[in-house]
């Protein structure tokens, strides 16, 4: 088991002391605690230094791995030293000039694109979204919700955000299917399949953008993003089309894997999934512990000058790696912190802080808020399927990809 563990070689930096060196590829090690991969990871790296050196913090890309709340809180609020123009490898794999937008821009430029996008997104917006929201949710649930169990992930999870970006989007809801498995491909896929995937989805997304340019549609996201000015000028194409695709990732993968692991939690607490119900107006408390709890992401940062970090001395041109799953679980921020517990009120770095903080925050946690509201209020007791268990992955976020669920009602 340890070879398939270990990191593939490579030289190690002159600067960087052996002493901080962990030998191990992140996604295979992870891959390899399979019972909870978020207690057994944090308490295998929280266990040494707090920075750490590791060949594979990315498929490929060595980087400094930061593995404590407050270092990646900071690294996120200083983009002067710790430049995000390298969040991810998906315009590096594709071998395009342009970046993901406003995700790999740093401020001050940033600022314009979040401030384009800001009015769909505030929670004015999302409040004027909530009836299309539940309507959709209920849809889908209706589907399922007199079998008395079902496949969580592909019957539910995956379809209520594609759903809920095909709307946003002004995009027929028959692409859901195709959307799905372009997404499925790009983020469960490596090499070949997985650019295979990626230029298949921004062929498709370069096309509708610059046909809502030159066609533009009243009242959805992808028109406003065509034909809206920052700072006066239309964007260029590039930059539409890296907007359009962190739209596509963000709104297809990152809440159904999050539902995964929230339903995956209540499936094992029947004493919260039985107070929510009993309580409802505890479940936006829910949804912030859980979020807590769970980070799915890992980004880059590209440190842009010689710095020394908390005693690591970093060089310009060195990659940090800031994974929040680890931050979920730091016991030096959180008491107890495997503990679910909805009283605790927590600020956590799931969805990010500083300039970079998720622009899409109050939609994400709306349509968590919904899912719970609709799920606990038509069942008595959810559990996992007796007999079955659930699986994950760590390609692009964690996420849950099966899950059985039975339920009552």
Known sequence: ?????????????????????????????????????????????????????????????????????????????????????????????????????????????????????????????????????????????????????????????????????????????????????????????????????????????????????RNPTEGDLASHIATARVNGELMEEGEMFGMALTLYVGGLDTVASSLGWYFRHLAGDQPLQQRLREDPTRIPDAVDELLRAHGVTAQLRLVTRDIEFHGVHMRAGDMVSIPTFLASRDDRAYADPHRIDIDRKPRHLTLATGPHNCLGIHLAKREIKIVLEEWLSRTSSIRITEGDSYRWQNHGVWGVSYLPLSWER
């Not at 070879?3 to 002159?14: K, S």
């Open 1 to 213: 088991m340890s070879e398939t563990l270990e990191a593939r070689p490579a030289p190690l930096p002159d600067h960087v002391p052996p002493a901080l060196v962990w030998d191990h590829d992140l996604a295979l090690f992870a891959e390899s605690r399979h019972a909870d991969p978020y207690v057994e990871v944090a308490e295998e790296l929280h266990a040494g230094p707090d920075i750490r050196w590791t060949a594979n913090a990315h498929p490929g890309r060595p980087a400094w791995l930061m593995t404590r709340h407050a270092l990646m809180e900071e690294v996120m609020q200083r983009p002067d030293v710790f430049s995000s123009s390298t969040a991810t490898d998906l315009s590096d794999v594709l071998g395009v000039s342009w970046r993901q937008v406003p995700l790999e821009i740093d401020p001050p430029r940033h600022m314009g694109f979040r401030q384009m996008l800001q009015p769909w997104f505030q929670p004015s917006a999302i409040n004027r979204l909530e009836e299309m929201l539940r309507r959709d949710c209920q849809v889908l649930v209706d589907g399922i919700i007199d079998r008395g169990s079902a496949e969580f992930m592909s019957e539910f999870a995956q379809l209520f955000p594609s759903t809920v970006f095909l709307r946003l989007m002004g995009l027929p809801l028959e692409l859901r299917d195709q959307f799905l498995e372009w997404e499925h491909q790009l983020v469960r896929s490596e090499g070949l399949a997985r650019l295979e995937a990626l230029r298949t989805i921004v062929d498709y997304l370069s096309e509708m953008m610059l046909e809502k340019r």
